[in-house]
């Protein structure tokens, strides 16, 4: 099976997202976007590219298999996806932040964590 994850952040439309491949744990994917996409322009075109094998820092290195955008009204509705396709971690940048929310034991999404907390004191090796 594979680990899909969702990357949305916010537009006039309410969210646009992206999926990939790329292994959505905090330690990976969290730190790729929150050191590397921190500029709204890079984190637009990210999220309005479509579905990806993997995630760089260089967005130029990013495979798309598929470049179907997807938009939805508000962050429930990424949750809502998340359900019927088996996504662990889903990953959104609203208000200037990183937030990120994964499954419990019992498959239930926690509450969304911001990840300037998370890496908080944290090393940043570039």
Known sequence: MKNITIIASESDNGFDYCTTEFNGEIEETGYTLYHYYDQIEKISR?????????????????EVYDDDR???EDYYDLMDIGYET????IYTYINGEWMVTNRDQ?????????????????????
């Open 86 to 89: 088996g996504v662990e971690h």
């Open 46 to 62: 990210l999220t309005a590219g479509g579905n990806y094998r993997s995630l760089w820092a260089n967005e130029n290195e990013i």
């Open 70 to 72: 997807g938009t939805v």
């Open 106 to 126: 019992d498959g239930t999404y926690k509450p969304f964590i911001n990840l300037q907390e998370f890496f908080a004191g944290q090393p940043f090796h570039r």
